[in-house]
């Protein structure tokens, strides 16, 4: 009984860390829609670089599973062309099915989809 309630905990704080993102970014988009994402990234792993993985994973996963949120893609050729430091800069971009064995194009903006309901 005890495993089961760490599990339930473990999904209530999934969901409500899901939620709390998906608040963040629509309160950020009041200011900029679309959200580059690379930039927003790199800021945030100024302060918590260990968690960038997991959180480019969240936000694949707000994306994929509520229709508030879409995206723009963008590709290897347009983030890297003309300077080779800025391939450094890949690991602050998304790709679509992150977290999988399956990745896609690199996403470059958020977009917060308004009148939705």
Do not use: C
């Not at 694949?60 to 590709?75: P, Q």
């Amino acid at each position: 009984m005890n495993k089961e309630k760490t599990v339930e905990n473990l999904h209530v704080s999934q969901h409500s860390s899901n939620e709390m993102l998906a608040d963040f970014f629509i309160k950020m988009s009041k200011k900029q829609n679309p959200i580059h994402i690379p930039s927003f990234l790199r800021i945030r792993s100024l302060y918590y670089p260990e968690n960038r993985e997991e959180l480019k994973r969240q936000i694949w996963e707000l994306i994929k599973n509520d229709e508030r949120f879409t995206y723009e893609r963008t590709s290897e050729i347009f983030i890297t062309k003309g300077l080779k430091r800025n391939e450094r800069f890949l690991r602050f971009y998304l790709r679509e099915g992150e977290g999988t064995n399956n990745l896609g194009s690199y996403i470059s903006h958020l977009v917060v989809r308004r009148n939705i309901g």
